[in-house]
């Protein structure tokens, strides 16, 4: 070191030298312990040795020398650092990739859900659009069909006229006639005959 000397005397060769707390250096012939032999200021004196603390020994090194063991270390810090960096960058990576793929599979999920719906609701709405296509027809003058009820078949009876007469016998024509109507007059639909005679178009003659 060049510039290391004694503050008062100016020696440079010795053995035995001390640092003040005020930040002068003294050989062991200059050392006053009341003071300090440069600003007369009352203070501690520290002997230089390797025995001192590293943070008091860095005072002493050459700065090119600490600078490069400095930026060394300041190197190893931030590869360290960085080494941490990449690892949460790369786990932020895979999540974002990994919710990248569930949100796609969802999307897929939601369109097919979506599309199934539609057709479903299409299909209900078939029947709906066949009603609205093809209302009852209306007749000629504009007035709907009227409904008619099935009627049941039944032979037509012809009347037959026959003649009654008065003359004795006609009483036994007119029971035989009474007794053989009461098949008829349990038939539905159809009246009593016995009642109605003339309805049916007999006559009773003298």
């Known amino acids: 070191m060049d510039w290391f000397h004694c ?5 440079r060769k010795g053995k035995n030298f001390v640092v003040s707390s005020c930040g002068h250096v003294f050989c062991e012939s ?3 312990p009341n003071h300090c032999s440069v600003c007369r200021a009352t203070c501690n004196f520290l002997p230089i040795s390797d025995k001192m603390k590293p943070q008091e ?3 002493f090194r050459n700065p090119t020398n600490l600078i490069q063991t400095r930026l060394e270390h ?11 960096k990449e690892r949460v960058i790369a786990f932020h990576k895979h999540k974002c990739a990994e919710l990248e793929r569930r949100l796609k599979e969802m999307s897929e999920q939601c369109y097919r859900q979506v599309s199934e719906l539609k057709k479903e609701n299409s299909e209900l709405k078939k029947p709906l659009s066949q009603r609205k296509t093809s209302p009852v027809k209306l007749q000629a003058n504009g007035c709907y069909p009227r409904m008619t009820l099935p009627v049941a078949v039944t032979t037509p009876v012809t009347p037959r006229v026959r003649t009654v ?6 009483g036994d024509t ?9 098949i008829m007059a349990n038939s539905p639909g159809l009246a009593t005959p016995v009642s109605s005679i003339h309805e049916h178009g007999f006559k009773l003659t003298a």
């Open 57 to 59: 020994q860095m005072f």
């Open 74 to 84: 300041i190197a190893q810090i931030a590869l360290f650092q960085n080494k941490q």
């Open 30 to 32: 200059c050392v006053n």
């Open 174 to 182: 007119m029971d035989r006639f009474r007794t053989s109507r009461p």
């Open 7 to 11: 503050n008062n005397c100016f020696l």
């Open 165 to 170: 007469s008065s003359h004795p016998g006609s």
